[in-house]
């Protein structure tokens, strides 16, 4: 199966203290995944803001991003899915961003994983995208 994932299953790979973290993991070990070009740098901005507020140093946030960077995550790019991930925006009332990983779910006929709740339910409360993802 192929997995879409997002910034908040892949910071769970490597921050300490993350409900799921396990389960997260064993998305790496099992299934196919992919990710927007976009993921990399929502990772690096969490990771920073991360640093800033003195949660972790700037140097376990280089060496996070690098984990991530080096997992097996096929880098989709996002420019076919623009038009997609705004429709879905505006359906959804959320951002493009997070609307871009369902996009390309849908097109892709895969199915995103997250850990952002709020996402999940409205994302999964509509038929057409209801299929296409799972919360973490």
Known sequence: MTIVVD???ALKWVLDNEDGSSR???LIETESLIAPDLWLIECANVLVMKARRGLITAEGAR???ASIEA???RIVPTRAHIAA???IAFELNKSAYDSLYLAI???E???MVTADAAFFRAASATAAYAPH???L
């Open 7 to 9: 910034a908040s299953v």
């Open 24 to 26: 997260a993991i064993s």
């Open 63 to 65: 060496a996070a991003l």
């Open 71 to 73: 997992t097996p995550v």
């Open 85 to 87: 991930a705004q429709a």
């Open 105 to 107: 779910a849908v097109s």
């Open 109 to 111: 006929r895969a199915t």
């Open 133 to 135: 993802i799972r919360m």
